[in-house]
């Protein structure tokens, strides 16, 4: 049973690859499903790099947008081996530090989190689900201003 599910996982490249082959040659089909890709990856990068202050998975989602570029674009591969290299290198070093700069990072990261929900507006919003009218949790400019 392993054996069949590792065989149909090595075939589906192929079998990608042989699809989309199948209209390279056809320059409107190959245009729009380019410009189709480029979309829906710079979406996906974009909510990735929004999503990289905020606790969950931002670095894996700018990945994912990276790497669905990449299945289409030159430079998305280039970029992805280099943002994933330096990725590597900054994790590496980052735990080889203390532990007081760690948590000085994750401070600080608490505090960029803390700050954008405050001027974006779910702050206050969340507070006012609790029962907490306070002045100084509305946001300035986002909801609920």
Request: charge should be positive; charged fraction near 20%.
């Amino acid at each position: 049973m392993k054996e069949n599910v590792k065989d149909k996982m090595k075939e589906l490249p192929r079998k990608w690859g042989r699809w989309r082959d199948g209209f390279r040659h056809r320059k409107t089909v190959d245009l729009t499903y380019r410009i189709v890709v480029g979309v829906i990856g710079v979406v996906v990068l974009a909510i990735g790099i929004i999503a990289i202050p905020y606790p969950g998975p931002g670095w894996a989602i700018v990945f994912l947008g990276l790497g669905i570029l990449a299945s289409e674009f030159e430079f998305a591969q280039r970029a992805l081996r280099w943002v994933r290299h330096r990725y590597d290198l900054v994790m590496e070093w980052f735990g080889n530090q203390g532990l007081w700069l760690q948590a000085l990072s994750v401070v600080f990261t608490c505090a960029v989190v803390l700050l954008s929900m405050w001027v974006l507006g779910p702050l206050g919003w969340a507070a006012e689900l609790v029962g907490l009218d306070w002045a100084w949790l509305k946001s300035p400019v986002g909801l609920g201003s």
